[in-house]
């Protein structure tokens, strides 16, 4: 059996990125209309700040446009903040100022000199762009070019032009620009005091175009059918967006069929990163020279790495990226900081609910603060902001946790183990039981991954209650009895199963969830609700909410190699091991552990024909087809998920 885990990854040659933090963090146009951004502070930057625009030369020649904005008051001196991304920093033009200059408005407040950057190749930046550009380790002169060079000679040239700096410099990232931030660290320079990837992506392979192989379809459509159209020329407008037509997403991409019409009917090959993805469904050479983490090391600067336990594109690359940091980096100051948060959750809202998971205070406002204090003791040399090596939020107990490291010492490796009758328990199948739990895949009726009606990743959809898909025929549910103590899991889950099919080719996907009491109101509670009349108030009850904790989905043709995929032997025993990454969750005392097994996940993973083709982007019509697919759980294979319990 192999293990598809972050070690095995990280042992393969070099490979490394996203979609919506391009309107969060840079286009102004959509942040002017986003929650978090004090009316009048448009006109507070305006007033506060001068715009100057350069084109900074590179040591090959090739000139990045770069906006900068020098805070009026010249009394002192300030660091710079060096923002890079390949989503435009506009508006463009001298007179022309965005809303929101740093990561969020108290940054703008606090004075910095704020760098922005069109990347190689994007907007207005001369040279070419390359998505997720390999990382040239050996450099032999000025034509060998990385985003890691590029930073290097952006700070140098500020350093020589730019007038009020303290001589040091921050830079940061979301998504995207978290690539461009966590290259930036890469060799240092030495003015590089502190860098902060958030929701950075580290492998493209792993960061939201794949999951263990299972492409990610509406990621991957809806981003490249505009980020992927070429730029010819120096711009300073976007492609328009792709029109799907409908709201239903889940329709749409039925309706298209197998993903070989996506060129056929709308991309016309003329997407070209589509055409490689389309060309590489395997993790060859192409992926693999786009993974950044190998090659996180010389790092000097302190690193706070950011990400979200609810982020559906990018919960791999912050993870990855702070443990290679940890790893090849001895001695600096490396945090990492997991909320509860979607994609960029922590930038501009409160933080206090996800969909209908609630946290219990403004999660997103107490990092903000913690970030501020990270950048001003490293930039303007102010109190040590008392970071832990790790801060980490408890979901279920809602708090944040401090640990030395992670995943967190002390941690008990415990498996939970399916049993007949749709039992769970730590303990295994007795030693005469056998048993096989079976249920039907069909590709034109695929499990849907979200009830809400969306052509986009539906945002909410990892909280989301999953009573709609335990009730399908084709989804297996496995339930503890309710616990008696509360149970911590920390660290990474790792599904073991055994599996068959009657096809040749099938997903397998793993969701963890809490599901709460019949009720969650005391009897009084209940009593005064039946008394009011009108809409019901007051404290809603989640009788039975099965809240999703963390799902995972693994391409079965990688079972075993994601380098070089092979079918499955009809109605044969396989083994699957694949990690569904790492979680920091409590289950309550009375709550159950549910573990759902299923073989669509739709459309968030695009449609697996179920007969084997060696290249699924080639798949026709004929190729779908209705299999059953069966879950073995007996001494001899004792499926189920292994976790790490947390002392109390």
Request: aromatic residues 12%; hydrophobic residues 35%; glycine residues 8%.
């Amino acid at each position: 059996m192999r293990v598809h885990s972050r070690a095995s990854r990280r042992r393969r040659p070099a490979s490394a990125a996203t979609l919506l933090v391009a309107l969060l963090a840079s286009a102004p146009a959509a942040l002017a209309q986003r929650p978090g951004i004090p009316e009048g502070h448009a006109e507070y930057v305006r007033s506060h700040y001068t715009k100057f625009e350069h084109r900074v030369p590179m040591r090959d020649g090739v000139e990045l446009f770069t906006a900068v904005y020098l805070p009026n008051d010249t009394s002192k001196s300030y660091p710079m903040l060096l923002f890079r991304t390949p989503y435009s920093i506009g508006p463009y033009g001298a007179d022309k100022y965005r809303e929101l200059l740093g990561p969020n408005p108290e940054y703008d407040k606090e004075g910095f000199i704020f760098v922005l950057q069109d990347v190689r190749g994007r907007f207005l930046s001369e040279g070419e762009f390359v998505n997720m550009r390999p990382h040239v380790a050996e450099k032999s002169g000025p034509g060998d070019v990385d985003e890691s060079t590029d930073t290097w000679d952006t700070i140098e040239w500020l350093l020589d032009h730019i007038p009020g700096h303290n001589g040091r410099v921050g830079q940061w990232g979301v998504s995207y620009p978290g690539f461009y931030a966590s290259a930036g660290a890469i060799d240092s320079h030495a003015a590089l005091k502190a860098v902060s990837p958030q929701a950075p992506i580290a492998d493209w392979f792993w960061d939201d175009m794949h999951h263990h192989g299972a492409f990610i379809l509406p990621l991957a459509f809806n981003f490249f059918s505009s980020f992927g159209v070429a730029r010819p020329e120096p711009t300073t407008e976007w492609p328009e967006r792709f029109d799907h037509g409908t709201p239903d997403g889940y329709q749409f991409f039925l309706d298209l069929g197998p993903l070989g019409n996506v060129n056929e009917r709308y991309f016309k090959g003329e997407i070209d990163f589509w055409n490689r993805v389309v060309a590489h469904p395997n993790y060859d050479e192409f992926w693999q020279s786009r993974n950044i983490l190998p090659h996180l090391e010389n790092i000097s600067a302190a690193v706070m790495t950011v990400g979200g336990w609810f982020d559906t594109e990018d919960l791999y690359g912050p993870l990855e990226t702070y443990r290679s940091i940890e790893e090849n980096n001895p001695g600096i100051a490396n945090t990492l900081v997991m909320g509860p948060w979607p994609h960029g959750g922590w930038r501009l809202g409160g933080g206090e609910a996800l969909g209908s998971a609630e946290f219990g205070f403004k999660t997103a406002e107490f990092f903000r603060d913690l970030e501020l204090r990270f950048f001003k003791h490293h930039l303007k040399e102010e109190a040590d902001p008392d970071l832990p090596e790790a801060l980490v939020f408890e979901t279920g107990a809602n708090r944040w946790r401090r640990f030395d490291a992670w995943p967190p010492g002390g941690v008990e490796q415990r498996k939970l183990f399916l049993h007949a009758a749709g039992g769970l328990a730590f303990s295994p199948p007795p030693a005469d039981s056998a048993g096989v739990d079976e249920y039907p895949s069909d590709p034109a009726k695929p499990v849907p991954y979200t009830m809400e009606i969306t052509t986009r990743w539906a945002r909410d959809y990892m909280t989301e209650d999953q009573r709609f898909a335990a009730r399908r025929p084709d989804v297996l549910v496995y339930a503890s009895e309710p616990l008696e103590e509360d149970l911590t899991l920390a660290g990474p889950l790792t599904a073991e199963l055994w599996v068959s099919t009657t096809g040749t080719a099938s997903d397998f996907v793993v969701k963890l969830v809490d599901v709460a009491p019949p009720s969650t109101l005391t009897a009084a509670e209940r009593r005064a609700r039946r008394a009011r009349r009108g809409p019901p108030s007051g404290p809603e009850d989640r009788g039975n909410h099965q809240m999703l904790v963390r799902a995972e989905v693994l391409r079965g043709r990688f079972r075993n190699s994601y380098e070089n995929p092979e079918p499955f032997v009809p109605d044969q025993v396989a083994a699957l091991e694949f990690e569904l990454q790492d979680v920091l969750h409590t289950f309550k005392r009375g709550h159950r552990v549910m573990i759902q097994i299923q073989s669509s996940w739709f459309p968030f993973v695009d449609r697996n024909p179920q007969k084997y083709v060696p290249n699924i982007f080639e798949a026709t019509e004929q190729d779908f087809i209705r299999v059953t697919n069966r879950v073995h759980r007996s001494p001899e294979h004792p499926s189920g998920i292994r976790v790490g319990v947390l002392p109390r």
